[in-house]
C-alpha cells in the first residue's frame, strides 16, 4: 500500500461537542468534585488519501464494579448539528498538534477507567470510509467486527483534565485484499495533554534525494517519513524496522523493533519548507529515524526498508513531561 506525500497545514481546530451521559447525570455522588474532560481527536496522517472519514455513534467510558458512563448525543454548533445521534470526522483535517475536541468540560466521577471504547458506524461509504488519491471511495471495516474500538482507559482525577485519542493512521489503518480498508486499534492511543511532551521540527529537503536509491524516485517528495521508537541505547540502528505486526508476513526478525509512532511530513505552503509533528508522546527516551524511501510501507507487512535513509538520520532525545521539543532533521544535526 503506497502513501505518497499529503500536504495540509498543521493547525489547532477547535470544535465542541457536548453528550449526554449513560447513567443519572444529575446523582450527586457522582457529580460531587467531578472531572472535567476534555477528549480530542487526533492524528498521524497516512499519504496519498483524500480522506479517512469515520461516523462515531458513542463514545463510552468503562470502570470495574460501576454503570458505563455512555456519550451518545452530540452537538456541533460549527456544523450545525444539534443533539446528534452520531457525528463524522475526517481525520486527515486534524495532523499533528491539531486535534478535534470531541467533549469539553464533561463531567464524570473522578476514577480509574479501565477502558474508552469508541463505536463506529461502518456500514459501507455512506458511514465511515477512505477516498483514495483517484477519488475512489472505499469502505472502512472495524477490526473486531462490532464496530468498537476498545481502547486502553485513563485515571481521572478531580478538576479539568485534557486527552487526546491520537489515531497513528499509518499503523491503525490496513488496506485488505478486498478492497476495503481495515481500522484496527493497531498505533491508536489515549494520550494525556498536559503530560504528554509534543515533539516537532523541520526537515531538510535535500535529504529526500541524497542517496541513490532515494534519487531515483520519480518524485523526491514522495515516500519520506519520520519514525519514532522507544527508547535510545540501541546497538546498532539496523534493529530500526518499518512498520508490522504480530501477523506480518513475512515474519519479521525476533531484533527488529517497530515504530512507537509515524509522522508523514507537511509542506507549509507560505514557505515551502518541510515539518512534521508528533503531537502527543509521553516523557520517556526514543530514537528518531528518517528515511526516504518508505513509500512501499504498509500497516500490515514488515517491508524490510532501510531506516534509516540517508544512513546519518537518526536521533537520539530525552522528552521530559510537557515539554514542546523542537529537533531539526538535517545532514550534521543532533538534538
Do not use: H
Request: aromatic letters at 8%.
Amino acid at each position: 500500500m503506497k502513501f505518497p506525500a499529503k500536504i495540509l497545514v498543521l493547525l489547532f481546530l477547535l470544535l465542541s461537542l457536548s453528550g449526554c451521559c449513560g447513567f443519572d447525570c444529575n446523582n450527586d455522588d457522582d457529580n460531587k468534585n467531578p472531572a472535567l474532560l476534555t477528549l480530542g481527536f487526533s492524528d498521524s496522517i497516512p499519504e496519498d488519501l483524500k480522506e479517512v472519514f469515520i461516523e462515531v455513534d458513542s463514545i463510552t467510558f468503562q470502570r470495574t464494579g460501576s454503570k458505563d458512563v455512555v456519550v451518545d448525543t452530540f452537538t456541533i454548533p460549527e456544523q450545525n448539528i444539534t443533539n446528534a445521534e452520531t457525528f463524522s470526522v475526517d481525520l486527515l483535517n486534524y495532523p499533528g498538534f491539531a486535534q478535534l475536541k470531541v467533549l469539553t468540560d464533561f463531567q464524570i466521577s473522578p476514577a480509574t477507567y479501565s477502558a474508552v471504547i469508541i463505536k463506529i458506524i461502518a456500514n459501507g461509504i455512506n458511514s465511515s470510509y477512505v477516498l483514495e488519491a483517484n477519488d475512489t471511495a472505499k469502505a472502512i471495516t472495524i477490526g473486531n467486527g462490532n464496530g468498537n474500538l476498545s481502547l486502553d482507559g485513563m485515571r481521572l482525577s478531580s478538576g479539568i483534565q485534557a486527552y487526546t485519542v491520537e489515531f497513528s493512521l499509518a499503523q491503525a489503518l490496513q488496506l485488505q485484499p478486498d478492497g476495503r480498508y481495515l481500522l484496527t486499534t493497531d498505533g491508536i492511543r489515549i494520550e494525556n495533554n498536559t503530560t504528554d511532551a509534543r515533539l516537532s521540527g523541520s526537515i531538510e529537503k535535500s535529504l529526500f534525494s541524497t542517496t541513490t536509491i532515494c534519487a531515483e524516485k520519480s518524485d523526491p517528495e514522495v515516500g519520506n517519513r519520520v519514525y519514532l521508537y522507544e527508547g535510545n541505547s540501541f546497538s546498532t540502528n539496523d534493529l530500526l524496522a518499518d512498520v508490522f505486526t504480530s501477523d506480518s508476513n513475512p515474519v519479521p526478525p525476533p531484533i527488529a523493533v517497530a515504530p512507537f509512532a509515524v509522522a508523514s511530513l507537511s509542506k507549509v505552503p507560505s514557505t515551502g519548507n518541510w515539518v512534521y509533528a508528533f503531537g502527543y508522546v509521553p516523557a520517556g527516551d526514543y530514537t528518531m529515524a528518517f528515511s526516504c524511501n518508505t513509500a512501499t510501507d504498509d500497516a500490515v507487512n514488515w517491508n524490510d526498508l532501510t531506516i534509516p535513509l540517508p544512513v546519518s538520520q537518526v536521533y537520539r532525545l530525552t522528552l521530559s513531561e510537557g515539554e514542546n521539543a523542537v529537533c531539526n532533521i538535517a545532514e550534521g544535526a543532533s538534538c
